[in-house]
């Protein structure tokens, strides 16, 4: 049980947390180029080269955690919901026959 939990949060927080800080370092990476080209303007070809290899690389832990997402999805239990199941008519008359604490909880099922 503890394994399933470990996987869905690393599945569903693994992606959003490395974006996040890739992001961050496209944009500390970017800063830092433009800083540099402005003081030596001359080494700007230099600069720029050494930018777009960094930030493919950065780019590349996004790529690697958008396929282990896609690999590890499918590990992921489903929740097998049928229509043909759920009895609505018994649930609206237990709504119906559970008392409401407050007088604001209660909910008119006839509309």
């Not at 947390?17 to 003081?39: C, D, H, M, W």
């Not at 499918?74 to 759920?86: E, S």
């Amino acid at each position: 049980m503890i394994y399933l939990a470990v996987l869905a949060f690393g599945v569903t927080l693994g992606l959003p947390i490395a974006v996040i800080f890739a992001s961050r370092a496209q944009g500390a990476a970017t800063s830092t180029a433009l800083e540099g080209i402005a003081r030596q303007p001359e080494s700007a070809a230099k600069i720029q080269t050494a930018m777009i290899i960094g930030l493919a690389l950065i780019e590349s832990l996004v790529i690697y955690a958008l396929l282990m997402f896609f690999l590890l999805l499918p590990k992921l239990p489903g929740v097998d919901v049928n229509p043909d199941t759920i009895d609505v008519q018994e649930a609206i008359e237990a709504a119906r026959e559970a008392p409401a604490s407050d007088n604001n909880a209660s909910v008119d099922m006839d509309n």
